[in-house]
């Protein structure tokens, strides 16, 4: 049985950090392209990073140079380092997990979801 359990989350100011965890069991990372998510109230999910297996990573616009995603396998875990935040970064954040021949791990354009995905932590971020 495959989960995903992010943590982390919190209440943060802005210009401030946090860093995101996500425990992956029942699949091997390194078969898998990672990824994070957000989804704000009354917006669409949207991709914020991923992490393929051969460690290249991907960024939306909107977090590139602020945030850093990485990942260990042995420890079968992805984080999320989140720095300069902003209260548009305001948001649920999910972690999910994606076969790594999908096309969504090459594509060049982040996917909204991927196909294992958790519960999600809540991220807020106050002016």
């Known amino acids: 049985q495959v989960e995903l359990v992010e943590s982390g989350g919190g209440s943060a100011q802005a210009g401030g950090s946090l860093r995101l965890s996500c425990e992956v069991s029942?699949?091997?990372?390194?078969?898998?392209?990672m990824a994070w998510f957000r989804q704000a109230p009354g917006k669409e999910r949207e991709g914020v990073a991923r992490i393929r297996a051969d460690g290249n990573t991907k960024y939306a616009e909107s977090v590139k140079g602020r945030f850093t995603v990485s990942q260990d396998n042995a420890k079968n875990t992805l984080w999320l380092q989140m720095n300069s935040l902003k209260p548009e970064d305001t948001a649920m954040y999910y972690c999910g997990a994606e076969d790594s021949s999908s096309v969504y791990c090459h594509r060049d354009e982040l996917p909204p979801e991927f196909f294992y995905g958790g519960q999600g932590t809540q991220v807020t971020v106050s002016s």
């Open positions: 029942g699949l091997t990372l390194s078969r898998y392209c």
